[in-house]
């Protein structure tokens, strides 16, 4: 029986994610999901591509959503009160516009100052409608995509598997960067295949397979790039077709929200083809 063993959030994209043992999940993912951002002074995404340094900044949004705290090693903590009243601005994520909240000055500061490059920090305001596509299209905050992006263990297992037969050393799921983590499918990348969840009384779709990049390739307790794994490995038995790049996980859009919990089981709805052997 396929259960969650992970539930992650990140709330600030590219920094580092909160465990959680039972969360609710809204229509754009587990709480603050992606809701804050750092950009730079154009308004433009920071992320690990560049600023792998992003990795060792910790956020934790309060009990009541009303306040954000950051912590980065030797930099002290920082608490600011949250604003979703104040103007909003342009901020481009992959080239597409949005909408963002700036979060003032201290926070700014705090960012450039731990990651040496002039830094702001934006949260999605309410009304942000942005609809991420996929075979399930779906809303999320500053996602690469989808709201939800859902690993196996037995993924990993096998990509290890390859990586040290080639004499590597076997990489851990923070690499990818997922919010739930799902162990007992026996086949590796059943993820792929399942098209209808249900997890708890929560009900997700599938959206797409996840497209890696170099993130991957950054050390997530470091704040380091650490390649040439895992894209090498994955390159070679993970390519999609047509340049697509390497996959590795699966992207979700939420279809019914609720709560979802550790330990849940995963019950597949649907498949794209026959279901997995037993």
Known sequence: MARVVELITYPIKGCAGVSLT??????????????????????????????????????????????????????????IGIDTVSARREVLL??????????????????SDVLGVACRLVRVPPEHDRVADGLT???????DSNAVHIISRASLDELNRRI????????????FRPNVVVDGWTEPHTEDRARHLTIGDTELG?????????????????????????????????RAP???????????????????????????GSWDGPPPAE
């Open 22 to 79: 039972e969360a609710p999940l809204t229509e754009a993912g587990l709480p603050h999901d992606r809701g804050f951002m750092v950009i730079n002074e154009d308004g433009v995404f920071r992320s690990q591509r560049r600023d792998p340094g992003l990795a060792l900044i910790s956020p934790r949004v309060g009990p009541d959503g009303e306040r954000l705290t950051l912590s980065a090693p030797g930099a002290g903590d920082l608490s």
């Open 137 to 143: 299209p779906g809303t999320s905050g500053y996602a």
């Open 164 to 175: 040290t037969g080639d004499g590597g050393e076997p990489l851990p799921m923070a690499r």
């Open 242 to 268: 047509e340049g697509g790049g390497t996959l590795f996980g699966a992207k979700f859009s939420v279809t019914r929200t609720g709560t979802m919990a550790v330990g849940d089981e995963v019950a597949v």
């Open 94 to 111: 992959f080239g597409s516009p949005y909408q963002g909240i700036d979060q003032g000055d201290e926070a700014a500061g705090w960012l």
């Open 206 to 238: 599938f959206a797409k397979t996840a497209a890696r990049c170099v993130v991957t390739m950054v050390d997530q307790d470091k704040g380091a790039k650490a390649g040439p794994e895992p894209l090498r490995t994955l390159a070679r038995y993970r």
